[in-house]
């Protein structure tokens, strides 16, 4: 693989992961709650405010690499640590959307626009997640984990990914019924909600509209810049 393939492979997947962040900034200002994967941290975002979602983002997910080590042990590659760059970046960019968001005055003030806030999160996310696939360089932690399951347990990758967000959202509820009274958490700062549920379903079926319209993209790309 030449250094140009590289290059362009990992150029491609980091404007995946500028998707993906801009959906999870998009789904924070909805106040409609989070997604499964971001419930956990953004409880603690909301209960110790003196660091950011993005912080807590990275320090999730970089235990998700811990979970990695102990499944696969000698099968953990060198090369699998890229995945704290890509973490890195993702949490970064969260961080600075929110801000962004925020700065611009991007934030509903009303219900419709709420789940207007909801749907961009969901578009947004599912682009990214077929570019960071298409491009195949680095991925995140979630993802990684999930695959560390799979290849040490067995099962299927969808079934896993599946256990594995019920899991955090358990992990969320009950954060939320001890720290602030209600599995929802606060009211005026919902960690789940419509919006949990609804990226839940809508991701993955918007997916399938992304990733064959990703893949032609991706394809064409290469093909211009003489890689096929």
Known sequence: MSFKEILGRYSTATVG???IALGIAFSVK??????????????????????SFGDYNFGIFSLFIFVQLALLRRNFKLI??????????LSYMVDTFNWTLSHLGLVPETMAMRFVFIALCCIFTAFGISIEVA???????AEMTVSAFTRTLGGKFSTNKVIMDTTLVIIAIVLCIVWFGSWLGPA????LGWGTLISAVAIGLIMKLTDPLVGKIVFASKKRRGLL
């Open 188 to 191: 005026v700062q919902p960690i």
């Open 135 to 141: 491009a195949g360089a680095w991925m995140l932690p």
């Open 17 to 19: 992961l500028a998707f």
């Open 30 to 51: 909805s106040n409609l709650g989070v997604s499964a994967l971001n419930s956990v941290q953004y409880a603690l975002a909301v209960k110790f405010p003196r660091f």
């Open 80 to 89: 699998d640590l890229l995945q704290l760059v890509a973490n890195f970046i």
